[in-house]
Nanobody
């Protein structure tokens, strides 16, 4: 069973940056893609970004590209989400997810517990 543990969330002011991390453990050889999703209060969970463990290719929700950047360190089984110029509307619980399918996919089998990001004005 793959386990995902996120870290790096917190309370920041608008305009600040944060880097989220997600460490995978277990049979990570089965993972072909890892992604980040977020869920704001009262809203549905939305896709943020994903990265292929096969070739490092990335995909983003269009309006987040440019401020957010996903990267990975396969040797550490860790994926990162660098978030810059944070806005109040970025406030959400951010979830890491892993898929056995290659990108593009929205079929993520494994999920972390989430990490809270709160952006104050």
């Amino acid at each position: 069973q793959v386990q995902l543990v996120e870290s790096g969330g917190g309370l920041v002011q608008a305009g600040a940056s944060l880097r989220l991390s997600c460490a995978a453990s277990g049979p990570s050889f089965s993972i072909n893609a890892m992604g980040w999703f977020r869920q704001a209060p009262g809203k549905e969970r939305e896709f943020v970004a994903a990265i292929s463990r096969f070739d490092g290719s990335t995909t983003y929700t269009d309006y987040m590209k440019g401020r957010f950047a996903i990267s990975s360190d396969n040797a550490k089984n860790t994926v990162y989400l660098q978030m810059n110029s944070l806005r109040r509307e970025d406030t959400a619980v951010y979830y890491c997810a892993a898929s056995s399918q290659r990108l593009p996919t929205m079929n993520y089998r494994y999920w972390g517990q989430g990490t809270q990001v709160t952006v104050s004005s």
